[in-house]
């Protein structure tokens, strides 16, 4: 089992910046991925940005690409995402993610979940 905690969400002007934490605990791997979803009221579950555990490349969405980066703390076990340029289409409820075998952008390929952190940004 994997246990992951989010942390650093809030309320932002746009234009301003946010940084996300996810914390794991629990059963670890060198392989797999960690990353971020988000998602809006009414809206579908949107890929954010991922990180494999093992080669450390990142992967984004579109709607994020250039503004949004994603690193890791091994020693940790943390992910970070550090979103910049912040739109008020950015709000959504943000969801770290983590699986011990996938990398990649489909929700339903990651087992562990994280509560959620709620990112507001106003205009």
């Known amino acids: 089992q994997v246990q992951l905690v989010e942390s650093g969400g809030g309320l932002v002007q746009a234009g301003g910046s946010l940084r996300l934490f996810c914390a794991a605990s629990?059963?670890?791997?060198?392989?797999?991925?960690m990353g971020w979803f988000r998602q809006a009221p009414g809206k579908e579950r949107e890929f954010v940005a991922t990180?494999?555990?093992?080669?450390?490349?990142?992967y984004y969405g579109d709607s994020v690409k250039g503004r949004f980066t994603i690193s890791r703390d091994d020693a940790k076990n943390t992910v970070y995402l550090q979103m910049n340029s912040l739109k008020p289409e950015d709000t959504a409820v943000y969801y770290c993610a983590a699986d011990l075998a996938y990398v990649g952008r489909r929700h339903d390929g990651y087992k562990y979940w994280g509560q959620g952190t709620q990112v507001t940004v106003s205009s």
């Open positions: 990180i494999s555990r093992r080669s450390g490349s990142t």
């Open positions: 629990g059963r670890t791997t060198s392989n797999g991925a």
